[in-house]
C-alpha cells in the first residue's frame, strides 16, 4: 500500500498563490506517476494535473494551464501543485493521486492510490 499525504491548502484572496506537497509513503515512489484532481461542493472530481515518473511529462487541465504548475522531487518521495493567480474557482478539496499507469493519473477513473485531501479556498 501506498499512503499519500496533501500539505499546503488553506484560505488566500484571489491572485494569491498557494503550493501543494503530497508526501508518499509504503511504495517506490519513482515509479509512480502522480497526479492532483480537485473536488468542488457539488460537483464531481475533476483533472487538474499530471506529471510522469521517468521524463516528468506533464499535463494540465484547461482551466489551469499557464496558472499552475506540477512538479515532483524523487529524492523526497514528494509531488508538488504550485498555484498562482488563484480565482475564487479554484476553490475546492485537492487530492493527490498515484498510479503506475499515466492515463489513469489524468482521467482519475481507477487510480491506485489516492491522499485524503487538502481544502484551498479563494476569497474574491
Known amino acids: 500500500q501506498m499512503q499519500l499525504l496533501e500539505t499546503g491548502g488553506g484560505l488566500v484572496q484571489a491572485g494569491g498563490s498557494l503550493r501543494l506537497s503530497c508526501t508518499a509513503s509504503?511504495?517506490?515512489?519513482?515509479?509512480?506517476?502522480m497526479g492532483w484532481f480537485r473536488q468542488a461542493p457539488g460537483k464531481e472530481r475533476e483533472f487538474v494535473a499530471a506529471?510522469?515518473?521517468?521524463?516528468?511529462?506533464?499535463s494540465y487541465a484547461d482551466s489551469v494551464k499557464g496558472r499552475f504548475t506540477i512538479s515532483r522531487d524523487n529524492a523526497k518521495n514528494t509531488a508538488y501543485l504550485q498555484m498562482n493567480s488563484l480565482k475564487p474557482e479554484d476553490t475546492a478539496v485537492y487530492y493527490c493521486?498515484?498510479?503506475?499507469?499515466?492515463?489513469?493519473?489524468?482521467?482519475?477513473?481507477?487510480?491506485?492510490?489516492w491522499g485524503q485531501g487538502t481544502q484551498v479556498t479563494v476569497s474574491s
Open positions: 509504503g511504495r517506490p515512489f519513482r515509479s509512480y506517476h
Open positions: 493521486a498515484a498510479d503506475l499507469n499515466y492515463r489513469e493519473v489524468v482521467g482519475g477513473s481507477n487510480v491506485d492510490y
Open positions: 506529471i510522469s515518473w521517468i521524463t516528468a511529462t506533464t
